[in-house]
């Protein structure tokens, strides 16, 4: 019986671990963010709306997020372009995914877009594939990535900054620069 009980332990450490590791993002590089994106854009958040979908044991709450597209820089994402993401508040209800992007009506945003509508956050590395346009102090509108950080150097994405020698102080870099990037990677592949 004790045999049987270490295995039973055993197998639901093994299980966890792996359910753990499975949850983990590896944060895309640039070029995995540019091949992997179905749209990409920039745009403002216009409506943030929730809804139940779903009956009985699939009935779950999902956030509809619509931007005005100001400039559509990979397939086609129209004027309007609505994300479907798992999650969201009705009424008192919430539900949601730990670390899972939120948006805020007015927010600027460069999204890299895959499998709307049938993946749970639509967006390449989850959090990875959204970038926050911001002004600065000094009128620049310059990149963040999804936790406010300044985007220097598109080369660093998806790499392991504490492990990476120290560079050269470089300057915030500005959304159109971070569009110019990505228009000439995507000119690359091409």
């Known amino acids: 019986m004790k045999k049987l009980y270490s295995l039973l332990v055993a197998a639901a450490l093994v299980t966890s671990v792996n359910s753990a590791r499975a949850t983990t993002v590896i944060p895309p590089s640039f070029d995995q963010l540019v091949r992997q994106a179905e749209v990409i854009f920039e745009g403002t958040v216009t409506d ?4 139940w979908v779903g009956e009985g044991a699939q009935r779950h709450i999902v956030t509809y997020i619509t931007f005005h597209v100001e400039d559509g820089i990979k397939g086609d994402a129209g004027q309007s372009y ?4 798992y999650g969201g508040t009705v009424g008192e209800d919430s539900m949601g995914i730990s670390d899972a992007p939120t948006f805020t009506v007015g927010e600027r945003e460069i999204l890299f877009v895959e499998n709307n509508g049938t ?11 959204r970038f926050h346009i911001q002004r600065d102090q000094t009128g620049l509108d310059i990149v963040t990535g999804n936790a406010g950080e300044p985007i220097k150097n598109v080369d660093q994405l998806g790499r392991d900054m504490e492990s990476a020698a120290p560079a050269p102080a470089e300057p915030d870099m500005t959304a159109e620069a971070f569009k110019a990037a990505v228009r000439n990677k995507l000119q690359a592949v091409q």
């Open 48 to 51: 943030v709306r929730s809804q």
């Open 82 to 85: 609505a994300i479907r993401m």
């Open 119 to 129: 993946q749970v956050i639509p967006l390449v590395g989850l959090m990875y594939g």
